[in-house]
């Protein structure tokens, strides 16, 4: 009885420890979502990936942090100047990249933000990176499609690597606004706030709309 009675209490407190790092977790992954969707500069950028960097260590196994470092990386490397700080920006991105990949294989979302994370080292130099690096970015936004043909970001990440391919060669960029034009109400349809499922990206089919028009 007295065994019992010891192994019941040992649950009770593993649940109780469980349950208070669970709401822990959370509550550090809306507090570091909100940090995400403060004014968009390079401050606040890096400031919410060291935030989802600290989760991480605490939550090794969760995919989530992992994702949102590596996009507070990747978005932050955008607004860079300089080759240079941009890809030291993204070699911050990249192990956030790859541990998200090893955590959630095959998700969508996670090999559409693989496929962002090459687009961002082609716009870090493009003259000496498009040659390698459009082929495999526009493969990996594919692939992602491939998993979930409705993912809105990469859809509209597709179709911002097609625009630019055909603005460089001068061919028509009807289908890469049609694409964009189709992840908007994907985009719309999203519930934001209810999980840590990525909903981001309309702005970038926005953009390109945008574009189209003109």
């Known amino acids: 009885m007295k065994k019992l009675t010891i192994l019941l209490a040992l649950f009770i407190t593993s649940f109780t420890l469980n349950a208070q790092n669970q709401e822990a977790y959370m509550n550090a992954m809306v507090k570091g979502l909100q940090s995400m969707g403060a004014e968009r500069n390079l401050e606040n950028l890096q400031a919410s990936a060291g935030q989802f960097e600290r989760i991480t260590s605490n939550a090794s196994e969760q995919w989530h ?22 890809d030291q920006l993204l070699d911050k991105a990249k192990p956030f990249v790859e541990k998200a990949k090893e955590l959630a294989p095959n998700n969508s979302e996670v090999v559409a933000l693989e496929g962002f994370y090459f687009m961002a080292q082609l716009a870090a130099d493009p003259n000496s990176r498009g040659q390698s690096l459009s082929g495999l970015a526009t493969q990996t936004f594919g692939y992602a499609m491939k998993l979930n043909p409705e993912n809105p970001r990469a859809m509209a990440l597709m179709a911002q690597m097609q625009f630019g391919t055909a603005q460089f060669f001068g061919s028509s960029t009807a289908g890469a606004c049609g694409l964009a034009q189709k992840s ?19 702005e970038v089919a926005e953009q390109l709309m945008a574009s189209c028009g003109n």
């Open 65 to 86: 942090p992992q994702y949102y470092a590596a996009l507070s990386y990747i978005n932050a490397s955008l607004l860079a100047e300089g080759v240079k700080a941009k």
């Open 184 to 202: 908007i109400p994907l985009f719309n349809a999203e519930e934001k706030g209810k999980s840590f499922e990525p909903t981001w990206g309309i």
